[in-house]
């Protein structure tokens, strides 16, 4: 065999390692899923009476309508899926004496981990900070959270519409932010009718974890005719929170953040994963409603919490919310 011989055998060898070796990865990675324009995918949790999550519902006991017309589900499982997921942390100045305790209770979260996931850092005060991009690293997030440094003011609906921004734009299919704060927003652009609506165009699920500030009054104006501020801000953050199927925590005690984010880890876990093919087809940019139900809820007492809809936005439509002004927010994000 002369030389010309030897490396064409040789190259020939090389293409069918590669070959079994891409087959083999291939049968051994997790299943993908990516959603088509026309599929819409819903995650929703199940809660008994008690607040504990239901596992090994079928398919045939969910019912999906969207506007109230019922939907032909494509496909269903209760699986594990490869998740985007962003660790939003307030650290303004308030926060100098929980951050220790954050740190901790964000560790639990990242022990459960699924090591197929990305995850980011973002950090804020009176402006918004990328700490960390898209990483598979849990110790680069890990080690960034230890290094917060609390300071300033609070731009809550800021960090919330720039982290469901940056978590849309995540690789995986499912998307979730977990926004930790102790106070009501103070410094942001955006105000919170801006923010709610760039959670409701986007398919995020945002978790929120408040644990607010003692000074931040409980008392109604006018006789306690009127909503406290700590009522206005619990109510807004729960709305924003449910709007995309996603809880809201308010926990009266700093220890109780390191059961409130290992809850929140096992609820990503187990969520049921349902897709449909809208009976829509029409790609107008208004609001649809999605409503997930459960036969034999009522019996069982059970609930479903799932994201209440979406923007029906062709490929080339104009978004639902406006383009971000030029005078932008203060932010580290790219």
């Given at each position: ?86 660790l939003v ?83 995986e299919p ?105 009976s829509n ?54």
């Amino acid at each position: 065999m002369n030389a010309m011989h030897r490396l064409a055998f040789c190259a020939a060898l090389a293409v069918l390692f590669l070959a079994d070796a891409w087959a083999a990865w291939q049968r051994s990675a997790p299943p993908r899923f990516r959603a088509s324009v026309d599929q819409i995918v819903v995650f929703a949790s199940v809660v008994d009476e008690r607040g504990q999550l239901v596992s090994g519902l079928t398919r045939d006991e969910f019912r999906i309508y969207e506007d109230r017309v019922e939907q032909d589900v494509t496909s269903f499982a209760q699986t594990e899926v490869p998740s985007t997921i962003g660790l939003v942390i307030d650290t303004s100045g308030s926060m100098r004496n929980k951050i220790q305790q954050v740190e901790q209770a964000v560790g639990l979260f990242l022990d459960q981990n699924n090591p197929q996931n990305e995850l980011f850092l973002i950090r804020f005060d009176h402006r918004v900070e990328q700490v960390e991009g898209f990483t598979p690293e849990v110790e680069d997030i890990r080690d960034a959270v230890g290094n917060l440094i609390p300071r300033g003011g609070t731009a809550l609906w800021d960090a919330l519409y720039l982290s469901v921004e940056e978590a849309a734009a995540g690789n995986e299919p499912k998307k979730v932010i977990i926004l930790f704060t102790d106070g009501e927003d103070k410094d942001s652009f955006y105000r919170q009718d801006e923010a709610v609506a760039k959670v409701q165009e986007s398919e995020v699920q945002v978790f929120v974890v408040a644990f607010l500030d003692e000074d931040l009054n409980e008392r109604g104006g006018f006789f306690g005719l009127f909503r406290s501020e700590r009522d206005k801000v619990q109510k807004s953050l729960t709305e924003v929170a449910e709007v995309t199927g996603g809880r809201t925590f308010f926990p009266q005690r700093i220890d109780e953040l390191d059961s409130v984010f290992e809850e929140i880890a096992h609820e990503l876990k187990n969520q049921y994963r349902i897709s449909y093919v809208s009976s829509n087809s029409s790609r107008d940019g208004e609001w649809r409603r999605i409503d997930v139900q459960l036969d034999a809820a009522r019996e069982k007492g059970y609930k479903v919490r799932a994201r209440k809809g979406y923007y029906a936005v062709g490929g080339d439509a104009p978004t639902a919310s406006q383009p971000p002004p030029t005078d932008s927010p203060a932010t580290g994000i790219p």
